[in-house]
């Protein structure tokens, strides 16, 4: 299958987990979300559809999919997928990919991609020539959230609310520290969220393992007061960026303002790496914004990108 002589694509299978693992590693807009440990954790849920991209019969690409009947999504089981290239891919290569992507899709009777941009926050190097060409084949902008970032190459400014906030903290004997008690911090978690309906994405045994295999690149950090756990954050180290991918703050901890100065010394801890993510404060598919958690977010410095989500219909 070739739109032109130097670039051709297959279906990925397992034993490509470490060609598509280099792509990633060497990629101009991949992290670990995207590696092969990471991506398999919850294969059991998916109907895996990736695809690797070559050049001259080298891979200089993949893009991690999922199937759930005529649909195809980039991935299913990750915040933000896509065309994930090395610097080998130029932008008319980008092109030449689509229309292979959209082709092989056609032939297994894919009628539509949904396919989730990565922020450019996210990138190592500005990557943005899948949106071209997604535009050049007609797909169309369905959804957007809205995610709050700290730039950190600018002096770090909390609102004086927020500053209240922490220099109360510290005068409670609050201890902020690394741990590894994944399960009481799970509990918390599923303790907040059950009030708002909601769950953990990740059970404490996926969590366990995703711990396990990126101890480096996943990090739990406490608030604690003696035994007691008020707030807790589990950090995703993206190299360049730092995430907050989970948040979870107790009854007692939102008294004495714990996540606050929890927060505070994370922002400060990161401050090497360009970006403090926050995530999205978003609802309803992106169309219902939670006015309070945003604020929260720009207390601390915080300002707004975007997650973008496209159908391609094939």
Not at 150 to 160: A, G, M, Q, T
Request: overall charge neutral; charged content about 25%; proline content about 2%.
């Amino acid at each position: 299958m070739n739109v032109a002589a130097t670039i051709s694509l297959k279906a990925y299978k397992a034993e490509d987990a470490h060609a598509w693992n280099h792509v990633v590693r060497h990629s101009c807009n991949g992290n670990f979300l995207h590696v092969r440990e990471y991506m398999d954790y919850h294969k059991e849920r998916f109907e895996d559809c990736s695809l690797i991209l070559l050049r001259n019969e080298k891979p200089v690409g993949v893009f991690p999919a999922s199937r759930d009947g005529v649909t195809v999504s980039s991935h299913a089981g990750l915040t933000y997928g896509g065309l994930i290239h090395t610097d080998d891919l130029g932008a008319n290569d980008t092109l030449l990919a689509f229309a292979l992507i959209g082709e092989f899709y056609r032939n297994l009777g894919v009628q539509s991609v949904i396919y989730k941009a990565i922020p450019q926050v996210f990138h190592r190097l500005p990557s943005q020539s899948d949106l071209y060409a997604l535009t050049r084949s007609g797909a169309t902008l369905i959804r957007r959230d809205l995610s709050t970032v700290v730039f950190l190459d600018e002096p770090i400014r909390f609102s004086k609310g927020r500053k209240w906030a922490i220099n109360k903290a510290r005068k409670s004997a609050i201890e902020i520290r690394r741990s590894d008690d994944v399960d009481r911090f799970h509990e918390l978690l599923t303790h907040v969220l059950a009030r708002f309906d909601a769950r953990p994405t990740h059970s404490c045994a996926e969590l366990r393992l995703l711990f396990e295999r990126f101890p480096e690149e996943i990090t739990l950090h406490v608030a604690e007061q003696g035994d007691q756990l008020l707030a807790g954050a589990i950090v995703y180290d993206f190299g360049h960026i730092a995430h907050t991918q989970y948040l979870a703050n107790s009854d007692a901890g939102r008294n004495v303002g714990a996540l606050d100065l929890l927060l505070a010394e994370l922002i400060v801890k990161y401050g090497q790496r360009k970006f403090f993510s926050f995530g999205i404060s978003t609802e309803q598919q992106g169309l219902h914004l939670n006015t309070g958690l945003v604020s929260q977010k720009e207390a601390f410095g915080g300002r707004s990108i975007v997650h973008d989500f496209y159908e391609w219909v094939l």
